[in-house]
């Protein structure tokens, strides 16, 4: 089962998030905008795979993320727009099956845009084999700027190259993620760390940065390090001063 969902040129009022199933194509014809109704959650893919998001336009989601993913593998969100709203694709807490994570895989975001996101344009947890590439993260509040930009928590395996972020707290940060199963009727606690290769952490610095108030990508796994520093393009101010 699946096929192609085409959207046309509309304003489309949601007001009951979607449940996204597997072997799915929705995309748009014209202009297509997806409004949250009651500011919460757009899509939401539980156990998909094999979906492809393209040229939509999600707007008003404060209360919750426009595409929501859980336990899901092979999706690929492409050419869309995020306008106003809390975190604009991601996921939360850890799946788990006897003690071992359950991966989310082969995750690709590519060429979107997000604008006035408040916490999180991109939050990966439990992520594999995933590219963030040639997006655009703004936000237009200066006052208010985007906590994270891209925020990632325990992933293996991600290419994040091409993408212009703006007016954010941490432009790239990679946190570890702790969770805790029962094993044998005993409760016990794991930290899942980050993975990348030394070619996936230089790629980092082939992302545009700017108005940023942490000009550089954090990593932190048991300690804290930066991967990456960031020149700002709009400061144009160069202070020196003498050596002692």
């Not at 991109?122 to 930009?149: C, E, F, P």
Request: glycine fraction near 6%; include cysteine.
């Amino acid at each position: 089962k699946g096929g192609t969902l085409i959207l046309r040129k509309g304003n489309y009022k949601i007001r009951k998030t979607i449940t996204v199933y597997s072997n799915i194509t929705i995309r748009a014809k014209g202009k297509v905008k997806l409004t949250a109704v009651n500011k919460k959650s757009i899509m939401s893919l539980k156990s998909a795979k094999r979906v492809r998001i393209q040229g939509i336009k999600f707007s008003n989601f404060q209360k919750g993320t426009a595409i929501a993913l859980i336990q899901s593998k092979d999706v690929k969100v492409q050419s869309c727009t995020f306008d106003g709203g809390n975190t604009a694709i991601g996921s939360d807490g850890v799946s788990t099956k006897k003690g071992k994570v359950k991966w989310q895989s082969n995750l690709a975001i590519q060429k979107c845009s997000f604008r006035n996101i408040t916490y999180c344009a991109i939050k990966g947890t439990a992520w594999k084999n995933v590219r963030i590439l040639d997006n655009h993260i703004y936000q237009s509040n200066h006052k208010n700027k985007t906590t994270n930009g891209i925020l990632l928590k325990g992933v293996s395996s991600v290419k994040i190259s091409g993408n212009e972020i703006g007016c954010c707290s941490y432009p790239i940060a990679f946190r570890t993620i702790s969770y805790k199963c029962k094993v044998k009727k005993r409760t016990k606690k794991y930290i899942i760390k980050n993975q990348l290769t030394e070619y996936q952490k230089n790629l980092l610095a082939y992302n545009l940065v700017n108005e940023c108030s942490h000009l550089y990508a954090v990593f932190n796994n048991e300690s804290e390090s930066r991967l990456v520093y960031y020149y700002d393009k709009n400061v144009r101010t160069l202070t020196v001063s003498p050596g002692r």
